[in-house]
């Protein structure tokens, strides 16, 4: 039912910034936990940011301070703004979300891809 599909993501130098972008159909996007997750060539997909349902966010070690998470109830968006952008930052990015209350609920777009590279 939900779909999602992300955006904006491409090459850039470190330090500079990306905006990343979730657009979600089929549902409001305030009714569902999304999580920004990133995966890396032969590396463990691991989630970056968070924003729950109610509003709450939750940021991974290596985020903070960096990206900031976002809902956009107009545009039924997600975003991830990227700042300081660092050459380990560089993964495919994945947009995910979950119904809370659901342990089956588990819905993914097809990544876009980010790479920080001088």
């Known amino acids: 039912q939900v779909q999602l599909v992300e955006s904006g993501g491409g090459l850039v130098q470190p330090g500079g910034s990306l905006r990343l972008s979730c657009a979600v159909s089929?549902?409001?996007?305030?009714?569902?936990?999304i999580g920004w997750y990133r995966q890396a060539p032969g590396k463990q997909r691991e989630l970056v940011a968070a924003?729950?349902?109610?509003?709450?966010?939750h940021y991974a070690d290596s985020a903070k301070g960096r990206f900031t998470i976002s809902r956009d109830g107009a545009k039924n968006t997600v975003h991830l703004q990227m700042n300081s952008l660092k050459p380990e930052d560089t993964a495919v990015y994945y947009c995910?979300?979950?119904?809370?209350?659901?342990?089956?609920?588990?819905?993914w777009g097809q990544g876009t891809q980010v790479t920080v590279s001088s």
């Open positions: 995910n979300a979950r119904r809370p209350g659901s342990y089956l609920y588990n819905v």
């Open positions: 089929g549902s409001i996007v305030s009714l569902y936990d």
């Open positions: 924003i729950i349902s109610r509003g709450t966010t």
